[in-house]
């Protein structure tokens, strides 16, 4: 079993920052991949990012590429989403997630948090 915990999240006005963090305990954080998915209302879940358990393979969803970054410390159980230039159909509610690999994180992550918001203002 993993635990994940997201925190982060809040209101921020179009172009802002933001820095999304998931803290993960209940087993070896260094030996499975990472990633974030987002819902907004009315919209199916989207993974936008993920992460190799080394971090040297990473995923982005097109319309974030640029602007967010995906990053983990191994040494901290903890892994990040940078979301810069924010605009307003970013507003969701994020999720962090964790699988066996990138490419399995996208379409079918194992574990779940319990999500944060984000909303974005105009």
């Known amino acids: 079993q993993v635990q994940l915990v997201e925190s982060g999240g809040g209101l921020v006005q179009a172009g802002d920052s933001l820095r999304l963090s998931c803290a993960a305990s209940?087993?070896?954080?260094?030996?499975?991949?990472m990633g974030w998915f987002r819902q907004a209302p009315g919209k199916e879940r989207e993974c936008v990012a993920s992460i190799s358990w080394s971090g040297g393979s990473t995923y982005y969803l097109d319309s974030v590429k640029g602007r967010f970054a995906i990053s983990r410390d191994n040494a901290k159980n903890t892994v990040y989403l940078q979301m810069n230039s924010l605009k307003p159909e970013d507003t969701a509610v994020y999720y962090c997630v964790s699988g066996p690999s990138t490419v399995r994180i996208i379409t079918r992550p194992d574990y779940w948090g319990q999500g944060t918001q984000v909303t974005v203002s105009s």
């Open positions: 209940g087993r070896t954080f260094g030996s499975f991949a």
